[in-house]
């Protein structure tokens, strides 16, 4: 009997940092050292007090559901960050607590969406935006962003592909590959659009060149997705959030109840003491991320990289190889197997990042000085 399979489903691809990574550890555990400046992963430690209030959390029991849209405490502290930090107001009951940022996507596609429904991005985007789509039943409506523009939306190509069949408008910042900020103008253009805004601020707190706006600084149509994972350097706690119109709230309560139950109780402890006291932690890691940064823009320019536009947040850099190869894919792969660091493929976020290639400094200086050593001395024998 013939296996059925979602046709959705079948048009989902490969998350091409995994595979290089999948890759770079067969290499390693056949004793390969591998320089890893594919993933984007912080290389430090939660806080001090994040670990002792998840471990309390753990000693004292706090190890079983908590209500469907989050520990009531930890709502309340993410409303007052959001008052502190961009001046908004946010109701504790407009927001949802997730396991990661990545439920909280699908959960705000599902809701708006229907079969047939279209959802823009940027091409390139973070490469999952699509896949997530697709899951949802809808069909991804890549808008290409270009180098010499920022890596902005064009205004008028975005009017341009809006049908009544739009449901949302994704818009990352600092953006993932590239690193690039949208401005207050940029959100309140996007939001005269009347479409909902799915703002994905994961990389907020990682910022040196700007300041980061939150797409609720100018509109309440939109659906604020955020987390720990980077700021705060607690990916494995898996610990995320969603801030969503009020209207919206009893259906995405429902299904967090359905899909989820809650997010994780001893990490919704550990997210409490991560907003009360890790902002120093928060501060010293961006300088040292920002040192990593200049380091690796000025290298790669040396070694023949083109970088149009310099990253003003997250860890990445969105590198032109152009000079090197058309094929980016098979050069990132080329890297890992001959000069052992993982990098990851420009198409990996679209057809628009063929011929570029994203480097993360979420690693230490040494390391990337190495990498980077690696990366130029097999440039030479190509």
């Known amino acids: 009997m013939a296996t059925k399979v979602n046709p959705n489903v079948e048009k989902m691809t490969s998350f091409i940092v995994m595979d290089v990574l999948e890759r770079a550890k067969e290499l390693q555990e056949k004793g390969v050292d591998v320089i890893h400046l ?46 502190s930090e961009y001046g908004v107001s946010v109701d504790e009951d407009n927001i949802v607590v997730t396991s990661g940022s990545s439920p909280a996507i699908l959960m705000a596609l599902q809701l708006l969406c229907e079969p047939g429904s279209e959802v823009i991005m940027t091409n390139p985007g973070y490469a999952c ?12 409506v890549p808008i290409t962003v270009k180098a010499e523009d920022g890596f902005q939306y064009p205004i008028e190509a975005l009017k341009a592909a809006i049908t009544p069949k739009t449901r949302a408008i994704f818009v990352n910042s600092p953006m993932n590959p590239t690193g690039t900020l949208v401005s207050k103008e940029t959100y309140a253009e996007i939001a005269k659009l009347g479409i909902p805004i799915i703002s994905d601020e994961i990389y907020h707190g990682l910022v040196y060149n700007g300041t980061p706006v939150s797409v609720l600084e100018v509109t309440d149509n939109a659906f604020v997705l955020n987390g720990f994972s980077k700021r705060y350097a607690m990916t494995g706690l898996r610990l995320g959030y969603m801030i969503a119109p009020k209207q919206y709230m009893k259906h995405i309560q429902t299904m967090q109840q359905n899909l989820a139950i809650c997010a994780p109780s001893m990490s919704q402890k550990a997210g409490i003491a991560a907003l009360r006291y890790g902002e120093d932690d928060v501060k010293k890691r961006l300088e040292i991320y920002n040192e990593r940064r200049v380091y690796m823009i000025d290298r790669l320019r040396k070694m023949g990289f083109v970088i149009e536009t310099e990253p003003q947040g997250a860890f990445y850099i969105f590198a032109n190889a152009k000079k090197f190869t058309n094929d980016c894919y098979k050069f990132a792969f080329d890297v890992l197997e001959n000069a052992h660091v993982g990098i990851t493929p420009g198409v990996d976020f679209g057809t628009n990042g063929e011929g570029y290639v994203r480097l993360s400094y979420a690693n230490s200086l040494d390391n990337i000085k190495v990498a980077l050593d690696r990366i130029e001395k097999y440039l030479k024998k190509c």
Do not use: C, Q
């Not at 993933?39 to 471990?55: L, N």
């Not at 896949?131 to 039943?137: I, R, V």
């Open 38 to 83: 594919e993933v984007g992963e912080p290389d430090f430690e939660p806080s001090d007090e994040v670990v002792v209030a998840g471990i309390k959390a753990f000693a004292e029991g706090e190890t079983h559901y908590t209500h469907s849209l989050g520990d009531i405490e930890l709502r309340r502290e993410i409303a007052k960050f959001y008052k």
């Open 129 to 140: 935006y699509k896949n997530f789509t697709l899951a949802a039943n809808a069909v991804p």
